[in-house]
Each structure stands twice: as C-alpha cells, then as structure tokens.
C-alpha cells in the first residue's frame, strides 16, 4: 500500500499542477497538494489519520454542493465532452470525479490499520493479570 500511495501522491501532485492555469486554482490546488503530501507521509510511514480524515471530510462537504449542478449532466458520457461556456456542468462534474478520488483516497488511508504508527517511547500493553492456579498435593 505504501507503493501505492507513492504513485497517488505522484498523480495527485499532478491533478494541483493542472489547476494552476484553472480560474480558480486556490481551492483545488490545495486539496489536490494536500491529498499528494499526505499520501507522501504515509509511504514515509507517518501518522495521517487525522490528516487524512479531516481531508476526506472537506472533499465531502465540498462534492455535496456540487451534486445539484452535475445531476444536470444528461449523459455520463458528456463529462469526457469538450469544455463549453454552455455547459458548465461538465466542468462542474469533472470537479466532482477530481474529489470523489481525493475522498475515496484520503478515507481509505483514514481507515487503514496503518494509518497511525506506535510512538516510540509507549510501552507496549501489560500482559493480562492471572491468578495463581491452586496446585494439588
């Protein structure tokens, strides 16, 4: 999973590069580059589970007040059609897929066992507490 998260942060880093030439890039760049830098932290095998939960959360919300807009997308097809002023709820759905991704991603690390690592001064559980079992003579 580590290697995976090495080329999401790759492609992710991608996806904030691209936006930069978008209208409103500020949004989309940031999401986009923190999704890469915390998919980067956990190839590094770093905690990102809160990072990573609070990213998943934002995409959330964020999709949330773009599905009224993309619902107007009369084909699924169309979302592969070429930009027009006309239409802009196929940018507004490709926008859509862009957090889908960032969330289905970011909740997956959330919710991996690896998303936390032991620090290194915790003591590791005591073992459990056995009475003496009486012995007979």
């Known amino acids: 999973m580590r290697a ?15 936006q ?10 940031a999401i986009y580059a923190s999704a890469a830098l915390v998919s980067l932290a956990f190839a ?3 905690t990102v589970r809160p990072y990573a939960g609070a990213l998943a959360s934002i995409a959330l919300v964020w999709a949330l007040t773009l599905v009224p807009e993309a619902l107007q997308l009369a ?12 239409r802009p709820e196929i940018e507004i759905a490709r926008e859509l897929g862009g957090l889908t991704i960032v ?5 997956t690390l959330a919710l991996s066992p690896r998303a936390t690592r032991p620090s290194s001064t915790a003591r590791p559980p005591a073992p459990p507490h056995r009475a003496p079992t009486p012995t007979r003579s």
């Open 44 to 46: 590094a095998r770093r």
């Open 103 to 107: 969330l289905v991603w970011m909740a």
């Open 4 to 18: 995976l998260a090495a080329v999401l942060a790759l492609a992710l880093f991608g996806f904030a590069a691209v």
């Open 20 to 29: 930069l030439n978008d209208p409103d890039p500020l949004g989309w760049t």
């Open 75 to 86: 084909r699924l097809a169309d979302v592969t059609a070429r930009m027009d002023i006309m």
